[in-house]
């Protein structure tokens, strides 16, 4: 149905009783909850979802993919790293609490407020959920410091040693 430039709002129920697809991309730039990635504002986020009802119970549901490339910060060497965040919906259409509950585990529910929906929210929420826990390089391309030497701790150890003072102090004494 729609496929190249993505729609601003769509009508999820609509939609899945048509069998409707939408595909295309717009920008992280365009996902104003993504704003915190500053360094990847004009990557592309390609977006393939099929709105359909499910063949076993009926139930209108959402499927497809949603992927970017987000600059993040790497938890090792604190450098860039550009991570490839893709994320698999499968979304099942829902108007209530109680519908939720009801849900088949295959599926994560999405309430649907209205007729018309906002896709950007959607698209936020699906990346957001898919983000790694901890951004890290294959190989940092900064070398990180190992620790220190065994004769350097020794050295440090005596020259840091926070009861040297309270030992001159119990000898001044005697």
């Not at 991309?25 to 990635?37: I, K």
């Not at 009926?58 to 860039?80: A, F, K, N």
């Not at 585990?105 to 826990?133: F, H, I, Q, S």
């Given at each position: 149905?729609?496929?190249?430039?993505?729609?601003?709002?769509?009508?999820?129920?609509?939609?899945?009783?048509?069998?409707?697809?939408?595909?295309?991309?717009?920008?992280?730039?365009?996902?104003?909850?993504?704003?915190?990635?500053?360094?990847?504002?004009?990557?592309?986020?390609?977006?393939?979802?099929?709105?359909?009802?499910?063949?076993?119970?009926?139930?209108?549901?959402?499927?497809?993919?949603?992927?970017?490339?987000?600059?993040?910060?790497?938890?090792?060497c604190l450098e860039p790293v550009s991570c490839?965040?893709?994320?698999?919906?499968?979304?099942?259409?829902?108007?209530?609490?109680?519908?939720?509950?009801?849900?088949?585990?295959?599926?994560?529910?999405?309430?649907?407020?209205?007729?018309?929906?906002?896709?950007?929210?959607?698209?936020?929420?699906?990346?957001?959920?898919?983000?790694?826990?901890?951004?890290?390089?294959?190989?940092?391309?900064?070398?990180?410091?190992?620790?220190?030497?065994?004769?350097?701790?020794?050295?440090?150890?005596?020259?840091?040693?926070?009861?040297?003072?309270?030992?001159?102090?119990?000898?001044?004494?005697?």
């Amino acid at each position: 149905m729609f496929s190249g430039q993505l729609p601003h709002y769509v009508e999820p129920r609509k939609l899945a009783d048509q069998g409707g697809l939408i595909s295309g991309q717009t920008t992280v730039s365009a996902l104003p909850r993504l704003g915190d990635f500053e360094h990847s504002q004009s990557q592309p986020v390609g977006v393939a979802l099929t709105f359909e009802r499910d063949a076993d119970d009926g139930q209108r549901i959402v499927h497809g993919t949603v992927s970017t490339e987000l600059v993040m910060t790497c938890q090792r060497c604190l450098e860039p790293v550009s991570c490839t965040v893709t994320a698999e919906v499968m979304l099942a259409l829902v108007w209530s609490e109680e519908e939720i509950q009801a849900l088949p585990e295959r599926y994560d529910p999405w309430l649907v407020t209205d007729d018309k929906m906002p896709l950007a929210t959607l698209l936020e929420e699906e990346l957001l959920l898919a983000l790694p826990l901890v951004a890290t390089h294959e190989q940092c391309p900064t070398r990180l410091p190992e620790g220190d030497e065994p004769e350097d701790n020794a050295s440090a150890g005596k020259a840091d040693n926070p009861f040297a003072v309270l030992a001159s102090l119990k000898g001044s004494q005697k």
